[in-house]
């Protein structure tokens, strides 16, 4: 994504809003059936992605961060690409870091995406799906034929960038080559095996000068933070798949972060 600040991931242990649930499963439907070219469909996925797949139908939005799209409709449309593939390790994501010498968030490690384009379309049907996947082939070179859509996050908000971020949740299932399609966007793209997000070895808590707090990850020669690792952490945490760790072990963000 162009942009990525950092978020407070959270558990909220609340009811559901059966309204936001039928909602999502209506926009998530709609995207299925306004073009085949861009289903959301979970048929066919291997078997360890069920987890992920329960959370996505269930997980509600102050359950992955307190902070949510403006009421009154206000913020850039915008979505990520969470890509899940299989490597050499077992399950991976796929990620990318952004070119050192761009003015905001330099060499931060992300999701790929970015904001909605007209020729995406509806911003509450597919526009989102189309984005994230447009955003992955210019970012990465990724091809978006090879990828399965099979669900979509509640959006999420971005106070700093005023960003509507939608999280879309792929399957990798024609895996092909990626790498860096314009050096001055980006800096380098690599998969983080999940076995190495889910070591407690690996977690850190990050603290930005103004005193937030949020979930971290050291992989890949890279500190994953932010909004990022924000998502990740819940992912993580809904799919049953997070393991203890010391959340007391903290890592300074530098001012410009």
Known sequence: MKTHEQSHAQTAGQTP????????EHNRTAGAGCDDAIAVTTDGLPGWLDPVVRAARTIEPRQL????????????QSAVLILFGEGERGPE?????????LRSHAGQPSFPGGALDPEDGDQATTGP???????????????PRGVQLFGVLPRLYIPVSSFVVTPV????????????VDPAETARVFTVPVAD????????????????????????SALVWGFTAGVIDRILHFAGWERPWDRSRQVPLDWRA
């Open 17 to 24: 809003d059966r309204s936001d649930v039928e909602k999502r």
């Open 129 to 143: 799906l189309r984005a994230a996947l447009r955003e992955a082939e210019e970012e990465t070179g990724l091809d």
């Open 197 to 220: 997000l889910t070591d407690p070895a690996n977690r850190v808590t990050t603290l930005h000068p103004s005193g937030h707090l949020g979930p971290a990850f050291l992989v890949e």
């Open 93 to 101: 994501l796929l990620l990318m870091e952004r070119s050192g010498s």
């Open 169 to 180: 949740l792929g399957w990798w299932r024609a895996p092909s080559p990626v790498g860096v």
């Open 65 to 76: 961060s307190r902070f949510l799209p403006p009421e009154n409709g206000a913020g850039r």
